[in-house]
């Protein structure tokens, strides 16, 4: 049966048993009401046991379904006590009001065991909504249920009230802090639906005392289809799927529906102070004090969410500026890699860019130093390059690791001429030419030295060497053929007898 079908067909039950009550006897009243709930109450016994000894669900989550369990087969022999007393099988209901007064301790259990466990602030938050949501919530039960009300000649029989109200009103706060934990979007779970349940009985309870106080029919004002409702819609829960406990939710730091709930109870028990004092002209001091209390809970609560809310900015802020690193960097080196450098440097080339210098380096020696102390080692050695690379550079000169072991480099603001290559090949070496791009092969050559330092890896002295390519970057001209010609310049540096560096020219040049 769908769920929505489910609690519609639970409501009309409801609703039709409490219109039909004033047409039947007492006994027929208080008969068709225990045996409703006798059986609803059983049947979600039955189910929620099945569901305690089922080894799929954790140990917390059938502690809860034992909770349960407990807790509407207790509910359930109580109202079977209840019947028969009403049928005249002996005086048992007192016995009958204990055992459904006990089943009601027990649901809360089972929703604080079948809740998400939280940790730090949101276990102090979580602890601050359960007392401020109490609070309101007794400022309701003492000004409707209690304020007022004497009971002559019962000794003690105030203060029994106010515990067996306050732990209604207990029942119903975890009610409402467990239905404020629904995620947007999700369908009922059984924990909802249990919830739900508890805090109709919690309200019906609260309101048959004020009934029981008033000297009113025992199903006024709705609780005698309170009772059947809460039995239903427990009985439904006892057939749905669970929520997954134990894991706080970064959501509940946010406003969304249901997170809105515990704070109902508050702005009602507002709304009644300032009813009674517009009538009245005076509050009861209980009223008073116990609103002051619950506002001053709310207020901490809002300071720790806004503290939480700030440090899960900054987490956010770390996060976003992780992500943005390594959606543009090697993950070995640290380098740039391969599309971040060829944006950066399609920004540069796309504007004024006199004296800009593509290098293209090749490790010499990596490959025996990769193949003989392995690839850790090999990565080692890449990074140690690189931070020796990134050490001689300037900072807005890009560096990054294109391939294996080879990193291509971009300056800016070098010098250049116009002369010609000796041999026409449009390959000239860097060795003695005053001038053309004097400042690039200084770089270069004060890279090679750097690179070529032993460096220790492993527990191991190796030393790797390096050759590079030039090429000077034309007015107009792209990255792709600027990278292609300093490329073809750094395989004749290795041509060359490697650890030298080779500048390219255009033959025509």
């Given at each position: 049966?769908?769920?929505?079908?489910?609690?519609?067909?639970?409501?009309?039950?409801?609703?039709?048993?409490?219109?039909?009550?004033?047409?039947?006897?007492r006994?027929?009243?208080?008969?068709v009401?225990?045996?409703?709930?006798?059986?609803?109450?059983?049947?979600?016994?039955?189910?929620?046991?099945?569901?305690?000894?089922?080894?799929?669900?954790?140990?917390?989550?059938?502690?809860?379904?034992?909770?349960?369990?407990?807790a509407?087969?207790?509910?359930?022999?109580?109202?079977?006590?209840?019947?028969?007393?009403?049928?005249?099988?002996?005086s048992?209901?007192?016995?009958?009001?204990?055992?459904s007064?006990?089943a009601?301790?027990?649901?809360?259990?089972?929703?604080?065991?079948?809740?998400?466990?939280p940790?730090?602030?949101?276990?102090?938050r979580?602890?601050?909504?359960?007392?401020?949501?109490?609070?309101?919530?007794?400022?309701l039960?003492?000004?409707?249920?209690?304020?007022?009300?004497?009971?002559?000649?019962?000794?003690?029989?105030?203060?029994?009230?106010v515990?067996?109200?306050?732990?209604?009103?207990?029942?119903?706060?975890?009610?409402?802090?467990?239905?404020?934990?629904?995620?947007?979007?999700?369908?009922?779970?059984?924990?909802?639906?249990?919830?739900?349940?508890?805090?109709?009985?919690?309200?019906?309870l609260?309101?048959?005392?004020?009934?029981?106080?008033?000297?009113?029919?025992?199903?006024?004002?709705?609780?005698g289809?309170?009772?059947?409702?809460?039995?239903?819609?427990?009985?439904?829960?006892?057939?749905?799927?669970t929520?997954?406990?134990g894991?706080?939710r970064?959501?509940?730091?946010?406003?969304?529906?249901?997170a809105?709930?515990?704070?109902?109870?508050?702005?009602?028990?507002?709304a009644?102070?300032?009813?009674?004092?517009?009538?009245?002209?005076?509050?009861?001091?209980?009223?008073?004090?116990?609103?002051?209390?619950?506002?001053?809970?709310?207020?901490?609560?809002?300071?720790?969410?806004?503290?939480?809310?700030?440090?899960?900015?900054?987490?956010?802020?770390?996060?976003?500026?992780?992500?943005?690193?390594?959606?543009?960097?090697?993950?070995?080196?640290?380098?740039l890699?391969?599309?971040?450098?060829?944006?950066?440097?399609?920004?540069?080339?796309?504007?004024?860019?006199?004296?800009v210098?593509?290098?293209?380096?090749?490790?010499?020696?990596?490959k025996?130093?990769?193949d003989?102390?392995?690839?850790?080692?090999?990565?080692?050695?890449?990074?140690?390059?690189a931070?020796?690379?990134?050490?001689?550079?300037?900072?807005?000169?890009?560096?990054?690791?294109?391939?294996g072991?080879e990193?291509?480099?971009?300056?800016?603001?070098?010098?250049?001429?116009?002369?010609?290559?000796?041999?026409?090949s449009?390959?000239?070496?860097?060795?003695?030419?005053?001038?053309?791009?004097g400042?690039?092969?200084?770089?270069?050559?004060?890279?090679?030295?750097?690179?070529?330092?032993?460096?220790r890896?492993?527990?191991h002295?190796?030393?790797?060497?390096?050759?590079?390519?030039?090429?000077?970057?034309?007015?107009?001209?792209?990255?792709?053929?600027?990278?292609?010609?300093?490329d073809?310049?750094?395989?004749?540096?290795?041509?060359?007898?490697?650890?030298?560096?080779?500048?390219?020219?255009?033959?025509a040049?």
């Amino acid at each position: 049966m769908r769920l929505r079908t489910a609690l519609l067909a639970s409501l009309v039950v409801a609703a039709a048993l409490q219109a039909l009550y004033p047409f039947l006897p007492r006994w027929g009243q208080l008969a068709v009401s225990d045996t409703v709930i006798a059986l609803a109450s059983g049947y979600a016994a039955f189910h929620y046991r099945r569901r305690a000894a089922d080894p799929a669900n954790i140990r917390r989550m059938r502690l809860a379904f034992g909770c349960g369990t407990v807790a509407c087969g207790i509910w359930s022999l109580g109202n079977v006590v209840l019947l028969i007393s009403t049928l005249g099988a002996g005086s048992l209901a007192g016995v009958g009001g204990l055992l459904s007064t006990m089943a009601a301790g027990f649901v809360p259990i089972a929703l604080i065991l079948a809740a998400p466990r939280p940790h730090g602030l949101a276990a102090v938050r979580l602890l601050i909504d359960v007392a401020a949501v109490f609070g309101a919530m007794f400022a309701l039960a003492w000004e409707f249920v209690l304020s007022g009300t004497q009971v002559p000649g019962e000794v003690g029989g105030e203060g029994y009230r106010v515990t067996i109200v306050g732990l209604l009103v207990l029942g119903a706060v975890i009610a409402l802090v467990t239905l404020a934990s629904a995620e947007p979007g999700q369908g009922g779970s059984a924990q909802q639906l249990l919830a739900a349940a508890a805090l109709v009985q919690a309200v019906t309870l609260l309101a048959a005392t004020r009934n029981d106080l008033e000297g009113h029919l025992w199903y006024a004002d709705g609780v005698g289809g309170g009772y059947i409702l809460g039995a239903l819609v427990m009985a439904v829960s006892s057939r749905l799927a669970t929520s997954r406990p134990g894991v706080e939710r970064g959501g509940a730091l946010v406003f969304r529906g249901w997170a809105l709930l515990p704070y109902v109870p508050v702005v009602f028990a507002v709304a009644t102070a300032a009813s009674r004092q517009a009538a009245t002209g005076q509050l009861d001091p209980v009223l008073v004090w116990t609103l002051l209390a619950t506002f001053s809970l709310v207020l901490i609560r809002q300071f720790l969410t806004l503290a939480s809310l700030g440090r899960m900015t900054e987490v956010l802020e770390e996060q976003r500026d992780t992500l943005e690193h390594q959606a543009s960097h090697d993950a070995l080196t640290g380098l740039l890699n391969r599309p971040a450098f060829d944006s950066r440097a399609a920004d540069i080339l796309a504007g004024p860019h006199l004296g800009v210098t593509a290098m293209v380096l090749d490790l010499d020696g990596f490959k025996p130093v990769n193949d003989s102390h392995g690839h850790a080692a090999g990565d080692d050695v890449l990074v140690v390059v690189a931070r020796r690379l990134s050490a001689e550079l300037r900072a807005e000169d890009l560096v990054s690791r294109i391939g294996g072991d080879e990193f291509a480099i971009l300056l800016t603001g070098v010098r250049s001429s116009e002369a010609e290559g000796s041999d026409g090949s449009g390959l000239r070496s860097g060795e003695g030419d005053e001038g053309w791009d004097g400042d690039a092969e200084e770089v270069a050559k004060r890279l090679l030295r750097r690179i070529s330092e032993p460096m220790r890896v492993h527990g191991h002295t190796v030393t790797v060497g390096g050759s590079i390519g030039l090429a000077a970057a034309d007015e107009g001209g792209d990255l792709t053929g600027l990278l292609r010609r300093a490329d073809t310049a750094m395989y004749a540096a290795k041509a060359a007898g490697k650890g030298t560096v080779r500048r390219y020219e255009s033959a025509a040049a």
